[in-house]
């Protein structure tokens, strides 16, 4: 009894009987559903799969920068608009490459796509920046001090590196953010937040464009009946017929066309499953969740299904007052206070309500309303109308 556990070992050396087994058993991949394989969350990844690879997310994008670069800015004090002033001569003209619009519509794309924009000023005179430059914000890191602060910039192209110091009296990078509650520095792009739904939609469009190339799901079946009852086909009749269904009868070019079948072939049409039709809803639901989170009602970018807004008119108005012009009260309300460090005044640069076609109806209205408040002084109305002090009521 003491000595069993040796017997047991000896029995286990045996040679066990051999079994019948698949010789490709072990290679068999067990079916199942399988992870999600979402995108790289970087910010050049994100770029390069929700604006230059996808058409919902540039559309939004463009139309968002376009419309925000166009509004007509004004440049007042305390006192009065200036119609001319160095700082408007400066952004009329920022650099030589580029105009006011594509300047701002680079700085607003910045913003929008990764939630950073960064401004640089090329030393001019001594009140006024010669230049002004938009960085790209995926080569710009920012050197925080010891008290968490930044200390200075560092702009990265290929194996060389500028640092812009910014422990000067004026810093030379102007670093305009979106707001992110996890982040101390950096900005949060509307990008991230819809990076699943452009994941989405970059995938139902690319299983539609597989349908039509490679047809991915075929619209019927052949069915072979031998005239002895025969079920299958020579592997020359095989890749004989292959070879003629690729030739002539797949693909965008083929639709259509007729087929001739002999020789005991027969066609069974099918049709799509139910889960194969809901890509379609599937992808405008994505489209939809993309121009939401940008900020660009669905009815601007084409996109049926949505019935939130009255009119299309009402979604331009809601446009421009919930996206465009929050956006462009940011970028001019930082651009006028690093500005004012350079020429000491304590201008502003604001968009001119007054010159925006959406917002004409609106603007009647509260005219009309502040024009017939008797209650209100001349000084009072220009300030609810955002005009600048008559030098009378200085």
Known sequence: MVFDFLRRTERAAEPVPETKASATGRVIAWGGAGRVAWSPRDTVSLTRNGFL?????????????????????????CERRHD???????IRRPNGAQGRAEFLEAAYGQLVLTGNAYLEAVPGTATLPGELHVLRS???????????WPVAYDYTVGNRRHRFDLTGEVPPICHIRAFHPQDDHYGFSPL???????????????WSKALLD???????????????????????????????????????????????????LDWKPMGFSPSDMEFQKTKEAAAREIAIAFGVPPMLMGIPGDA???????????FYRLTVLPLAAKVTAALSHWLAGFTGEAVEL???????????????QQWARVGAADFLTAAEKRAILGLPRLSEDA
Do not use: W
């Open 53 to 77: 690879g996808n058409p919902i997310g540039f559309r939004a994008v463009k139309v968002i920068c376009e419309a925000a670069a166009a509004l007509p800015l004004v440049l007042q004090d």
């Open 84 to 90: 001319i002033h160095p700082v408007l001569d400066l």
């Open 138 to 148: 995926d080569r710009m890191a920012l050197v925080p001090g010891a008290d968490g």
């Open 192 to 206: 991230q937040a819809a990076a699943v739904a452009i994941d989405v939609h970059s995938s139902a469009s690319r």
């Open 214 to 264: 490679n047809a991915a799901r075929p619209s019927g079946a052949i069915v072979y009946r031998g005239a002895d009852g025969q079920g299958s086909l020579s592997a020359d009749q095989y890749d004989r017929l292959v070879s003629e269904m690729e030739a002539h009868h797949q693909g965008a070019r083929n639709a259509g066309r007729p087929m001739l079948l002999e020789g005991g």
């Open 308 to 318: 939130t807004y009255a009119n299309y008119q009402e979604a331009n108005r809601a």
């Open 350 to 364: 604001r968009p001119d309500l007054d010159q925006i076609p959406a917002l004409a109806s609106e603007r009647d």
